[in-house]
């Protein structure tokens, strides 16, 4: 039996455990102007408090947000995935923006923190008309000090409007590296920078989630 996650603080989401879908499902209480499938880094799961607070901010502001975990952390509690199962992966961002888009019929933004925004983003370059657009927090460019195997191969293959949120002292990537992989994005970009934040944004500590939404406004037309 999958292990279920840590209990939910946000009271007003509703947990998820449908077909290949398990996370937390937050509505807003008015219209509904457009979803965001949002899931997680390799450490965390669907309730890491980045995910919380930008699911909270982002249901009030009118967006039907789905938190929802990989299919590692479906698998086993704690650790990181496997390389070889990247795939699987994959096919739970799918799933994610599936569910939503049965469920509300509007466009639909995938993303997430870190390796799950790495995930989404591959498997929107895969497959173009996944979603409406990508929002991609403390993109992974490189393990910290090692510039050398960098993680853009798939980016000139998203062909979607496509936000960065990154912190100027995120060690995955510096400010300079991030706005070279940004260039090679043939789609429309916009970037969110974050200064003096590391790797896990402090999501309270510099409002992630009010600056991620106002930017996201600009981006996705429809929001």
């Known amino acids: 039996m999958s292990p279920k996650p840590a209990p939910e603080p946000?009271?007003?989401?509703?947990?998820?455990?449908?077909?290949?879908?398990?996370?937390?499902?937050?509505?807003?209480?008015?219209?509904?102007?457009?979803?965001?499938?949002?899931?997680?880094?390799?450490?965390?799961?669907?309730?890491?408090?980045?995910?919380?607070?930008?699911?909270?901010?982002?249901?009030?502001?009118?967006?039907?947000?789905?938190?929802?975990?990989?299919?590692?952390?479906?698998?086993?509690?704690?650790?990181?995935?496997?390389?070889?199962?990247?795939?699987?992966?994959?096919?739970?961002?799918?799933?994610?923006?599936?569910?939503?888009?049965?469920?509300?019929?509007?466009?639909v933004l995938v993303g997430g923190h870190s390796y799950g925004g790495r995930q989404a983003s591959m498997a929107v370059a895969e497959d173009e008309g996944l979603a409406s657009g990508l929002v991609l927090l403390s993109y992974p460019l490189h393990p910290p000090g090692k510039p050398e195997k960098s993680r853009t191969a798939h980016l000139p293959d998203i062909a979607v409007p496509t936000m960065f949120v990154s912190g100027t002292k995120d060690p995955f990537g510096t400010p300079d590296e991030l706005a070279d992989a940004i260039a090679l994005i043939p789609a429309e970009t916009t970037s969110v920078e974050i200064s003096g934040a590391g790797h896990d944004l402090s999501a309270a500590k510099h409002r992630v989630a009010e600056r991620s939404l106002d930017a996201a406004t600009s981006i996705f037309p429809h929001l």
């Open 10 to 107: 946000a009271a007003e989401a509703a947990y998820i455990a449908e077909g290949g879908v398990r996370g937390f499902l937050h509505v807003p209480d008015g219209p509904s102007v457009g979803s965001l499938a949002l899931t997680h880094g390799a450490g965390g799961n669907c309730t890491a408090k980045l995910l919380v607070d930008l699911a909270n901010t982002w249901s009030a502001g009118g967006i039907t947000v789905l938190r929802f975990d990989l299919a590692f952390r479906q698998l086993k509690q704690s650790g990181p995935p496997h390389p070889s199962k990247a795939a699987g992966d994959r096919d739970s961002v799918r799933d994610a923006v599936a569910f939503l888009r049965s469920r509300t019929g509007e466009p």
